[in-house]
């Protein structure tokens, strides 16, 4: 198990710092190979661990950190969901590494590119599987770290390194929240190892509880771009696709999620946190919804969706159905790695074109993209018995067994929610691939296409896993995560209760999917997209969601600007530099005084020599008179 | 010695500024400048005899052959120089020599 763990690990990072020093010099495909080839070790290493996997294990390498009684040693820890994720991530990021090959064949930097892509399956790896969270820490570091790279990838424009900055700095305030949180715990306890903070629960005081959940939220929110840290997701777009597919399906965004679930143990001892989390998560997924219904570029629909779909994630953690948000969890980064490859391969079949109103008619011209992609939209809208409909069920479920006011709203919010979802997908799909005249398209590398069917497969049948109790058995994610400290709370509905809330799911999904079919096919369509390409009443506000860039540039970017602009201007170039100017101005005038005595003249010297003899006269008089 | 030396020293202090006097004013010309020199290095002589009657030493006296020595070389040279200098620019002002200004 230790071996498996250490090559788990080792073998993303290994390929990673192989094609940053190597890449540039040995053929394309040496470098290729080496980097999907080590994410499929590594998959192939998870599996056997999976194999041999019979209860949590604790595996400890060496020491990394020790001052004092302060211990960070290199430990890792496997249990159930850590298991879980690290096979979901090597599968997706195994499949999203080969479609890059396809994607990337033309670009010059895939040595820079596939490093990149390697470390950043390295560092969510290292994120999931870590046991104190320090080490926890470095992966969430790494995590950020890489996506700000490659989301700015192609850096040569303006554009997209302003959003890799963006991202970076977005995230970044999060992290802040979170690391305040880990030295707090230290603090309190003097131990940074999870499994032993997650027992501490009742002994440290509910207010402080409160506050480190709350923390641990912001670190989260900013990480799983959650309100109000949300903004940076839309123009993570900026980058290669199959980075937005990495970062928004397998890795980086369900870091939060993931966070707030190992450590909900400690901190859904509080109600507040509790409450908080699934307010946050129920928002969220309602104004991403929102915001979705109106976007133009295909990517940009698809990161708001994703959004919204995390927001379900942390609704699940926050009305404590773990297994529900775990369960959403693994179907969504199937399904979103489908769709986000999927949407991939249009945008590369139509000449980088993403805006949804240039596109229409590709079903004929591309089915081999449309099957797999349909198959995606199909659970994104929860249409029943694909998995995306029953893991978004768990979560709903959960959320309507909690009962009272705040979760009654949150649950209607939800099912809103789903609504809009079922219809801002099926809109996505009836715009770009029905109707309208068929364009020009270039044909697709093989390795693209055919990566997205394992995809599309395991998002329909995604539901195998964990299927609902009133069926008789108990879900295989059920019975298999059960037993990890805090998964198995969260109170069940009655089988009577779900079933009923399956079937309003079921219709809202269809209703979505029939108000969609209604829009934007046949003769509605072309009056529909003039319409809104007109711009509708209100839909400026949702296309800019909610206008949240223009609301924090003028409540902290302008301000900031303007205090900045103040210190330049008023503090550095007026106050240090002028004085220093100033100083040196001064030295240089008295400098010049007696530099006007050295004319070069005999005259100036034979008059310093007189001056300089009455002097010594005039002293010696003064000296020798009485 | 029938004349004091405080009488002596007076009249080598007149010669002396007297001489220096010369030197600030008669910048103009280079020569009436060497000459002014001549008056005050005589000046110092007369010191140096007068301290050499007053203490009924030979010190002062050898000095003042020194400086009479010293002075008829420093003459020549000096001598030659203005010629020199005539020579280049046909002025012997000081004030227009002033190429070693900074």
Known sequence: MKLYLALILLLPLMGGIFNALLGRTLPRRVGEVVACGVIWSAFACAALAFAGFNGPVRVEFGSWLAAFDFQAPIALYLDQLSLSLTLMITFVCGLIHLYSVGYMQDDPAHARYFALLNIFVFAMLMLVLAENLPLLYLGWEGVGFCSYALIGFWYTEEQNATAGRKAFITTRIGDTAFGIAIVWLYQLSGSVSITHLNTMGTLIPAAVVTTLG??????????????????????AMAGPTPVSAQIHAATMVTAGVYLLARMFPLIGGSGTVRAAIALTGGVTAFYAATCACCQRDLKRILAYSTISQIGYMVLGVGAGALTGAAFHLLTHAFFKALLFLGAGCIITALHHQQDIFRMGGLRAKLPAVYWPFLAGALCLAGFPLTGGFFSKDAILGGVAAQGGPLYGGLLLLGLITALLTSFYTFRMVFVVFHGGEEPHTTPLPKIMTLTLVPLALLGLCGGVLNLPSYLGHQGILDGFLGSIPGFGGGEKSSSGGEIVLQIVAAILSLTGLGLAWFRYTGSRRAEALAREEAGLPGAGFLLNGWRLDNLYGALIINPFKHLARFFWKQGDEAGIDGALDGLARLIARLGGLPADWSTGRVATSLFGLAGGVCVVLAYLVWVTLP | MIVPLEHILILAGLLFFLGMGGLLAWR???????????????????????????????????FAIFIMALTSAEVSLALAMVVYLHRRRKTVDTDQFSEMGG
């Open chain 2, 28 to 62: 103009a010309n280079l020569i009436m400048m060497l000459v002014c020199i001549e008056v005050m290095l005589n000046a110092v002589m007369l010191v140096f005899v007068g301290g050499s009657a007053r203490w009924g030493s030979a010190d002062g006296q050898l």
């Open chain 1, 214 to 235: 709350l923390l641990l939220l912001a670190g989260a929110a900013g990480k799983s771009a959650q309100l109000p840290l949300s903004v940076w997701l839309p123009d």
